[in-house]
C-alpha cells in the first residue's frame, strides 16, 4: 500500500475527516440553538455574481459558516497550504452579502511543542487579512466545546 504524506494519520481520507468535522460543528451550533443549513448557497461578488455554497448557513439568523479541520504539520511547522485554505475562507466571507454574521469555524490542535492552537498561529500571522465582522472560532472536538478567539 502506498503512503499518503499528506493524509491525516489514523483517517481513511482527508475528506472524511472534513466531513467528520463538519458533522460535529453541525451538532454544536445546533445544540446552541443556531438551526444551519449543509452547503448553504449565496451569491458573493467583486465585479461578478457568482453562487457560491458555504459549509453551513441560514437565512434567519443571517449567518455563513466555513468549516476547517487543519493540523501543524508532522514536524511541527507551519502548514502553508492550509494557511492558503484559511485566508481563501477569508476571502470568501469578504465578498459575502453584509447582513451575514461570518464564522471560520477551525478545529482546536496544538502544536506538539510549543502548546500553541493552530487558531492562535492564524490569528497572530494574518488578521491583517480579516474583512470587518469575521469570527474565528475554535473547536475542541475532544471536549465539543467551541471558543471565540477573534
Given amino acids: 500500500m502506498e503512503t499518503n504524506n499528506f493524509q491525516r ?25 443556531i438551526k444551519l443549513r449543509r452547503s ?17 448557513g441560514s437565512e434567519d439568523p443571517p449567518i455563513l459558516v466555513e468549516c476547517k479541520s487543519y493540523t501543524w504539520t508532522s514536524g511541527g511547522n507551519s502548514p502553508s497550504a492550509k494557511i492558503k485554505g484559511l485566508n481563501e475562507a477569508m476571502l470568501l466571507f469578504s465578498v459575502a452579502p453584509e ?45 465539543s466545546h467551541a471558543e471565540r478567539m477573534f
Fill in 99 to 143: 447582513p451575514y454574521r461570518k464564522i471560520l469555524f477551525v478545529l482546536k490542535h496544538l502544536h506538539e511543542r510549543r502548546r500553541l492552537s493552530l487558531a492562535t498561529h492564524y490569528i497572530k500571522n494574518h488578521a491583517h487579512l480579516f474583512p470587518p465582522g469575521v469570527e474565528v472560532w475554535e473547536f475542541d472536538l475532544g471536549g
Fill in 9 to 33: 494519520v489514523g483517517a481513511a481520507s482527508n475528506t472524511e475527516v472534513g466531513r467528520d468535522f463538519e458533522a460535529a460543528a453541525h451538532i454544536f451550533f445546533d445544540q446552541s440553538g
Fill in 40 to 56: 448553504f448557497p449565496v451569491e458573493i461578488e467583486f465585479r461578478v455574481k457568482k453562487s457560491h455554497s458555504f459549509d453551513f
